[in-house]
């Protein structure tokens, strides 16, 4: 089955405790992205990978690191969480727009429920 | 800055009935893709439809159509024959290829609600 798979899917952790959430897709995508989502704020790009060793800043990259290592994972590090980062976070992955066949849409990941205390 | 506005936080509307959801979006880039997701309350992300901006026919699927006016820069959602499970948050998004890169960016987000 094609799909996203994110762990854990619920954290609760305390200030300063470096975390790392993992994203995995099977699906062969280039292009992999996290987001936050805030209420009132809808779904905001923290950090996306057009492809291997290839990534960048979306529009709330502070706090958070990301590697891509591997085509299929893209894991979002928190060095040092704060209680502002207290989210759910989703992780996509999708063709990129060059690609042939590609139909522009992400697919989803289920989300992780994180709370910072 | 590349920007989308959901101008309605929450919608109601009578089962059966049609509701629009709008949304509108700032962007200098010609080719791009415009997209609706649905996140009901298991909080999972599904895509409703999309939009090609080099197309000028409106997407269609199923109950599901859109009202794309590239001039004014507006995509919005229209549902017919509204179902209980339509209820969830509807998000409006476009994404871009900028500067060799891409972005995906969404709107805030309007939270529809079914009356049975």
């Known amino acids: 089955e094609a799909q996203v798979t994110q762990n854990p899917r619920y954290l609760i952790t305390v200030t300063g405790k470096k975390l790392t959430v993992t994203c995995s897709q099977n699906?062969?995508?280039?292009?992999m992205s996290w987001y936050r989502q805030d209420p009132g704020l809808g779904l905001r790009q923290i950090y996306y990978s057009m492809n291997v060793e290839v990534t960048d800043k979306g529009d709330v990259p502070e706090g958070y690191k990301v590697s891509r290592k591997e085509k299929r994972n893209f894991p979002l590090i928190l060095e040092s969480p704060s209680p502002n980062q207290t989210s759910l976070y989703f992780c996509a992955s999708s063709l990129t727009l060059r690609r042939e066949g590609h139909r522009g849409e992400q697919f989803f990941g289920p989300g992780t429920r994180l709370t910072v205390l | 800055a590349q920007t989308v506005t959901q101008s309605q936080p929450e919608m109601s509307v009578q089962e059966a009935e049609t509701v629009t959801l709008s949304c509108t979006y700032d962007t200098s880039e010609s080719d791009y893709y415009l997209f609706w997701y649905k996140q009901p309350p298991s909080r999972q992300m599904i895509l409703v439809i999309r939009q090609e901006a080099y197309k000028q026919q409106n997407a269609t699927e199923n109950r599901f159509s859109v009202n794309f006016q590239k001039a004014a820069k507006s995509f919005s959602l229209k549902i017919s024959d509204s179902q209980l499970g339509d209820a969830a948050m509807y998000f409006c998004a476009y994404r871009i290829l900028y500067f060799g890169n891409e972005k995906l960016t969404f709107g805030t987000g309007t939270r529809l609600t079914i009356i049975p």
């Open positions: 699906m062969n995508h280039e292009y």
